[in-house]
């Protein structure tokens, strides 16, 4: 069956950067968007970034924009968020998804599937 595992999250300081990982099986890879979304308590799901099949077409929520950056090894099946300059706000739990099509890219109800995530914890 299909499964994304996601690694990386702790707690750091402000300004910190962490790197997350989303390694994933059970699926052609290299035909699915990939995205990052996170969900802080009490908040819906969020979308922060996404990228295309082959590593084009990136996008970014303005949020992060600038500090957050996306990237995709299909030759290793993995989709990674390095994640600089963070901020208390960052804080959320961070999930990985994967979804055929590029249409509604940061509508978290259009991803087919999702990983159990990792907690990123910014303390100021």
């Known amino acids: 069956q299909v499964q994304l595992v996601e690694s990386g999250g702790g707690l750091v300081q402000a300004g910190d950067s962490l790197r997350l990982s989303c390694a994933a099986s059970?699926?052609?890879?290299?035909?699915?968007?990939m995205a990052w979304f996170r969900q802080a308590p009490g908040k819906e799901r969020e979308f922060v970034a996404t990228?295309?099949?082959?590593?084009?077409?990136?996008y970014y929520a303005d949020s992060v924009k600038g500090r957050f950056t996306i990237s995709r090894d299909n030759a290793k099946n993995t989709v990674s968020l390095q994640m600089n300059s963070l901020k208390p706000e960052d804080t959320a739990f961070y999930y990985c998804?994967?979804?055929?099509?590029?249409?509604?890219?940061?509508?978290?109800?259009?991803?087919?599937?999702w990983g159990q995530g990792t907690q990123v914890t910014v303390s100021s």
């Open positions: 059970g699926l052609t890879f290299s035909s699915y968007r």
């Open positions: 998804a994967a979804k055929t099509g590029d249409y509604s890219y940061s509508d978290y109800r259009r991803y087919d599937y």
């Open positions: 990228i295309r099949r082959s590593g084009a077409n990136i």
